[in-house]
């Protein structure tokens, strides 16, 4: 195992990297911006490097500079984490060749992967499905016309470069088509340097579910079942589980084996995820791979009950996997909500601002990975994501009454986040039956993001209404209220009041 390792990102996955090191034994240098000196990453490493002001391309996704540090701290080996430089492919070369290893899979690997058009001719040579659709980007707006009419209206415009769900364009007939290639070309443009665009089917209502692959330098590919992530807001992912409710052993085995397949078609070694858009006939298609630890790793080490970051450094420092694939099978059900910093009655507005109050959620089968404390500042440089809550439960109902139990727990105060939208998603029928597609969220917004308070808030509202009432204060708003309010922007207690909530 490696003696020492750089922790080359921030937030929740910064700390993850760091407490899976230190459970190995492995010393840690963390890197952070200015803006971040002061983070719950930079305090918990053994050795932390400022490596530039806040903006991203100034610090985090300096790669030159980050293996230099890397070099002068004596570190043998750098985990990018997720984002910022994890899927570039000229940084785990230049890690490579400054004679590190980077924790991820071979440049190569990410090469093949990483443009939507080579991971799909990849994947046909491979005998894997994907969405019927070009293979290469499309020239002007009569060739893809053309194609469109070919494989049928509705088609999805896709920045071959893409990422995010930047470049995107559905197209549902003929007359829409040009706009849309023009507005893809230009997105795609400004987020990747890239205005290749290819078409594909769209599909009605499929899931999202993906394959997690873990691969060593001896040959073996395993897969360790899959994630269900149809919970999406503009093709961002918001809650994610495992196992999926579609998704039975047989379908189950016949996609690991897909993922496994595209795995080897690419060369590839360490921990990655196959993207695949499963329609309502149990028909499967690939869709991209992740050449990276995925945010929603944690679903799956719950019900595996294995540690894919610990599994990420013992592949990189050449351990073979000991696990035989009928072995690996999922054991209850685990949930994630991805906690960020948007106001969702207002359009998910990002909200801003230093956290006042944090009252963490515990009891049985909780994980809280987080990137705040009291103090953070919440700015606008970063991903909103501010946390991952986590819970592993005997069966899937379970699994929601205590996310639905933690998310009651939880309070955040100073800024805005997604924990009431969470509360409202878990209680709608639709969620508690699994009858979920990549287009239900967009479908239900509205009644998902109503400005009064979940019942499950509502009772931390009454509850700070009566404290603040025994402390002669008003309740709600400012720093002086109690903890559970701050945040909420004090109607809640308000809204208690009126309604007569009392505590049982
Ligand atoms: P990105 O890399 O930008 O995230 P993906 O190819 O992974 O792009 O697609 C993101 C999301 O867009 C998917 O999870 C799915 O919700 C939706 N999507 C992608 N391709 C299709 C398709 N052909 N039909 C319908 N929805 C799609």
């Known amino acids: 195992m490696f003696r020492k390792v750089l922790v080359a990102n921030r937030g929740e996955i910064a700390l993850r990297v760091i407490r899976a090191c230190r459970e190995l034994g492995v010393a840690t240098v963390a890197v952070h911006s200015e803006a971040d000196a002061a983070?719950?990453?930079?305090?918990?490493?053994?050795?932390a490097v400022c490596v530039g002001p806040p903006p991203s391309a100034q610090s985090y996704l300096l790669g030159d500079r980050i293996i230099a540090v890397a070099r002068e701290r004596g570190a043998e080996a750098i985990h990018p984490g997720y984002g910022f430089l994890s899927e570039r492919a000229w940084f785990a070369r230049a890690v490579r060749e400054a004679g590190l290893v980077f924790i991820g899979p071979p440049a190569e690997a990410i090469e093949a992967m990483g443009s939507k058009t080579a991971a799909r001719q990849l994947a046909v040579a491979a005998g894997v499905p994907v969405v019927p659709g070009t293979t290469e980007s499309v020239g002007d707006a009569q060739e893809a016309l053309a194609l469109a009419e070919a494989y049928g209206f509705?088609?999805?415009?896709?920045?071959?470069?893409?990422?995010?769900?930047?470049?995107?364009?559905?197209?549902?007939d003929a007359g829409a088509l040009e706009g849309a290639l023009g507005a893809a070309r230009r997105e795609a443009q400004n987020a990747f340097g890239d205005d290749a665009v290819y078409i594909e089917k769209y599909i009605e209502g499929p899931r999202h579910v993906e394959v997690?692959?873990?691969?060593?330098?001896?040959?073996?590919?395993l897969h360790l079942g899959e994630r269900e992530c149809s919970v999406q807001r503009r093709h961002q992912k918001m809650i994610e589980e495992a196992p999926s409710v579609a998704v039975d052993p047989a379908l189950r085995?016949?996609?690991?084996?897909?993922?496994?397949?595209a795995a080897r078609a690419a060369g590839y070694v360490n921990a990655g995820t196959c993207e695949f858009l499963l329609d309502r006939d149990g028909a499967y298609y690939f869709l991209e791979m992740n050449t990276r630890i995925q945010v929603e790793h944690p679903v799956t080490e719950l019900v595996m009950g294995l540690d894919l970051v610990q599994w990420q450094l013992r592949i990189a420092a050449g351990e073979r996997l000991p696990f035989a694939q009928e072995a690996l099978v999922p054991h209850g059900w685990a949930m994630e909500c991805r906690i960020t910093s948007e106001d969702a009655v207002n359009g998910f507005l990002p909200s801003t601002g230093r956290v006042t109050h944090l009252r963490l959620p515990g009891g049985p089968g909780v994980r809280w990975d987080g990137g705040i404390e009291v103090g953070t500042d919440v700015g606008l440089y970063y991903d909103p994501m501010l946390a991952k809550l986590i819970v592993h439960a005997p069966s899937r109902p379970l699994a929601i009454a205590r996310m639905r139990r933690a998310l009651g727990e939880l309070a955040v105060g100073g800024v805005e986040t997604t924990r009431d939208f969470h509360l409202r998603v878990l209680a709608h029928p639709d969620f508690q039956s699994g009858a979920i597609s990549i287009q239900w969220l967009e479908q239900h917004l509205e009644e998902l993001t109503r400005p009064d308070a979940p019942p499950e808030v509502r009772r931390l509202a009454a509850l700070a209404a009566v404290l603040a009432a025994q402390d002669g204060r008003p309740s709600g708003g400012g720093g002086a209220s109690?903890?559970?309010?701050?945040?909420?922007?004090g109607g809640w207690a308000a809204a208690a009041r009126r309604d007569g909530l009392r505590l049982p």
């Open 154 to 172: 509705p088609v999805l415009l896709k920045a071959a470069a893409g990422g995010g769900g930047k470049g995107m364009r559905v197209v549902r």
């Open 39 to 47: 983070a719950p990453h930079v305090r918990a490493a053994d050795e």
């Open 212 to 221: 997690q692959v873990l691969a060593d330098m001896h040959g073996t590919v």
């Open 482 to 489: 109690p903890p559970v309010m701050a945040g909420t922007g």
């Open 253 to 261: 085995a016949r996609m690991g084996a897909t993922a496994v397949a």
